[in-house]
């Protein structure tokens, strides 16, 4: 199984959800696993009677909430402790120090760091990192309304002296108000459909996908893709 980690303090869940369904059209068996403190899968992803931890399905993906770790979802699945879950790749939303370490996140899985540009998300986020007792590497995900070098050097600044090793590429998302209201449409409907979210919003998306996949194609992936807009 593929662990893919999401870390920061920034809202994460719906990202991670609207890759989470790409994937799965793509064939992957996937587990989206919300260990942030607030838990807001709980409150956007249906399920019919919520209890303190539990895994349920949404649009083909596997949601679990309120789990510490791998263990406790192998018990909640009835698993013995050594098999390993039965999926091809985990996304993981983190929030706390804790998770980082109780998913024993390390250079074996792939790592986002996403964040506003606002000083609340930039320094609690790293703060999440703070902890870490061996060199990161990590891939930028930024929600911004410019994209500005600035900002990216400013994170370069505050990130001084943690053990974290910057990837090359970075990603943005559009902080645009279209987007969000989308988002907050395909809440109130419980789906997750892309088709009137933005041209970079989309691409921005696709691009973290491939990254997870490697190997899938970029043309059948933005085929899979075309099909997921329409409704298909």
Known sequence: MKKISFIGSYDKTDLILYIAKVLVALGKKVIMIDSTINQKAKYIVPVIKPTKAYVTEFEEIEVAVGFSNFNEIKEYLGLPPLNELPYDIALIDIDSTESVKEFNINNDSVNYFVTGIDLYSLKRGLEILSGLEQ????????????????????????????????????????????????????QRVAKIKYKNLSSQYKESLLFIVQQITEKDE???????FKQLEKGV
């Open 135 to 186: 060199v990161l590497k990590l891939t930028k995900v930024l929600f911004s309304k410019d994209a500005s070098p600035e900002e990216d050097e400013y994170l370069n600044y505050l990130s001084l002296g943690y053990k974290i090793e910057w990837s090359d590429e970075r990603i943005y998302f559009p902080f645009e108000v279209g987007d969000q209201t989308v988002i907050a449409e395909n």
């Open 218 to 224: 970029y043309s059948k992936l933005k085929r899979i």
